[in-house]
């Protein structure tokens, strides 16, 4: 016993010390006295969840596909889809993101298959979130005490958009694993680790993502000084942007910044991002709901919460269940509600774009119960409500319990309903493998019309002679062309490209030259968008999958799968891989 209270009287000591010290925070000083999950016990329990969205999340956004999969496919096996952010005229897209998963892809690709690289990087990606969380949680549990980590832990941890986004090949969830190791940082008081996290996440992720470091900017300036904050950023800047500029102007053979050209474009560019769609306000409310459900509105009000909390009880230390504070609350707040206040009024709303607040809100939602409780233990003890004393943590007990439910049956509806593009093309995969190994001569087109946006990338194509073609259908906007085959596709000007999102007719190729299709059976059809399912002279069935029919199902049972009942209230289109009757004679490969 004695020598607990000496390891606890040390810590305690040392704690102290620390808060009039600027220098970082280490973990096992923060609460002696309180009780939260270790690092260790919380990483494992990141890292399961990222290992199982690793293996059954989805491709949600055709980003991901064609910026992305595809170009990274490209610098590993040497061919795949080249769009037109990837032109040297545009040059808006780095290739130094995606070179940090094609080294690895290509030490993988000696060893393994390309579906099996394609689940090790994913894989790679899920490793990497859940250390950035866990060095989040370690700078909260730091900075807020036990309470608010432990509720931090069971946010993330059942959090529907985090299933989806840690492992998304994406900037954005790449500036998300990066925004939490600059938090995890900046609550520990390390001002270093947290600039340059934020210049990674700027310069190879988003450049957007320097919003989210303003509040960081200033906390340092007003503590360090802006010399410190001044140096910190120019060596950060420069360890990152050097490379960076070097890689990318090597490939295009032209001197390109590649985050100051996402800026000019997104911000003057001709049309910019508007081209590809509007939502209403209401869009993100609606998203930040079904993925974040009660987490997303408590994260809300997090800042009118505290200023009641203010009024209530007159006190203007941060939380009574916090350690010292050196960083304001309200600067703690400010990253979600700049991001906010800038994506919220921009036109073009899309999913990803919130990805790196994703674990700010859930900070903002665990503050925000954390002042619920207090105000009810305030409560009981001004109007000596003492029997209720016992009920106080209810609250909280209730509303984990209601977000984990919800957030679990979010991810399991998703994976249901439209897991059926990665289930048919995994199948495929195989199917192609072993027709090559019967017939190595012979190259083969997969076609898609409609579908083309759920396509996951040519790693679920075996080889060279397996390749994605496309058919006309009634998206009239411009599709990717494949990287040229000569040594130098990285700097050739492509033809038939643009910014505007013009059509491309070049891009299409006639039904009689496919010799697979993957489509949708929807029961509307377009004379652009037949139902080849239907075509039984021509097309018989290969591979097919369940994928929801939003339309005609019940929208909460669709959002959230509740067992027995959304079976009854949803109903489901076939997703499917067709293959020729009569097959065609395929094209001989092409011999080097």
Not at 315 to 334: D, T
Not at 425 to 430: A, P, S
Request: glycine share 6%; aromatic share 16%.
């Amino acid at each position: 016993m004695s020598s607990g209270r000496e390891r606890r009287r040390r810590a305690a000591a040392a704690q102290q010390e620390q808060s009039a010290s600027p220098g970082p925070v280490r973990p096992e000083m923060a609460s002696p006295d309180e009780w939260a999950p270790s690092t260790s016990a919380a990483f494992k329990l990141f890292l399961v969840t990222c290992l199982v969205s690793a293996k059954w999340s989805n491709i949600s956004d055709c980003d991901e596909t064609f910026n992305y999969w595809e170009p990274t496919h490209f610098l590993v096996y040497g061919h795949g889809f080249q769009p037109w952010e990837y032109s040297p005229l545009y040059a808006i897209r780095s290739y130094a993101y995606n070179a940090l998963h094609a080294v690895p892809g290509i030490v993988l690709s000696t060893m393994f298959d390309k579906l099996t690289v394609f689940y090790l990087l994913r894989t790679a990606l899920g490793f990497a979130c859940a250390g950035a969380e866990t060095y989040f949680y370690e700078g909260v549990l730091i900075r807020f005490g036990s309470v608010v980590a432990q509720l931090l832990l069971v946010f993330l941890v059942f959090a529907s958009g985090m299933f989806i986004s840690c492992c998304a090949f994406l900037p954005s969830s790449f500036a998300m694993v990066m925004v939490m190791v600059a938090f995890g940082a900046w609550l520990r008081d390390d001002h270093k680790i947290a600039v340059f996290a934020i210049a990674v996440a700027s310069c190879l992720g988003w450049p957007f993502t320097a919003a989210v470091g303003i509040p960081i900017a200033i906390d340092i300036m007003r503590r360090a000084g802006f010399k410190d904050f001044t140096l910190y950023a120019l060596v950060s800047g420069l360890m990152v942007l050097g490379p960076q500029v070097a890689l990318d102007s090597l490939l295009y053979r032209r001197l390109v910044i590649a985050p100051l050209n996402i800026v000019l474009y997104n911000v003057f560019g001709q049309g910019g991002p508007d081209l590809y769609g509007v939502e209403p306000f209401s869009f993100y409310l609606k998203n930040g709901f079904l993925n974040l459900n009660i987490v997303f509105v408590f994260g809300l009000f997090v800042l009118p919460m505290w200023i009641l909390r203010l009024v209530v009880l007159r006190k203007r230390e941060m939380l009574v269940w916090s350690s010292k504070m050196s960083v304001p609350f309200w600067l703690v707040l400010m990253p979600m509600y700049l991001w906010m206040a800038i994506f919220f009024t921009r036109p073009h709303k899309e999913e990803r774009f919130l990805f790196p607040i994703y674990p700010l809100i859930c900070l903002a939602a665990a503050l925000s119960l954390g002042v619920f409780q207090e105000l009810l233990t305030a409560i009981v003890i001004k109007f000596r409500y003492f029997r209720f004393g016992n009920w106080i943590a209810a609250p909280g007990i209730l509303f984990t319990a209601v977000h984990a439910f919800l957030g679990v049956t979010r991810s399991v509806a998703l994976y249901k309903g439209y897991h059926a593009p990665l289930g048919v093309y995994g199948e495929l995969y195989y199917h192609a493998r072993a027709e090559s190994e019967r017939h190595p001569m012979n190259s083969y087109n997969v076609c898609v019309g409609k579908e083309w946006y759920r396509f996951p990338s040519h790693f679920f194509l075996p080889n060279k002679r397996w390749r994605l073609q496309f058919l006309r259908s009634e998206f009239r906007g411009q599709l990717p062309q494949p990287y040229s085959s000569q040594w130098n596709a990285t700097f050739i000007i492509p033809a038939n490209m643009n910014d505007m999102n013009r059509e491309e007719t070049s891009r299409y190729v006639s039904e009689e030259q496919c010799d697979y299709i993957v489509d949708l059976d929807s029961p509307t059809e377009t004379q652009r968008e037949p139902r080849y399912s239907e075509m039984k002279a021509k097309w018989k069935l290969l591979f097919s999958h369940p994928f929801l029919d939003a339309s005609r199902s019940n929208p909460f049972f669709r959002s959230f799968y509740i067992p027995f009942y959304s079976d009854v209230e949803t109903e489901f289109l076939r997703y499917n891989v067709l293959q020729r009757v009569t097959p065609r004679k395929p094209a001989p490969a092409k011999q080097k």
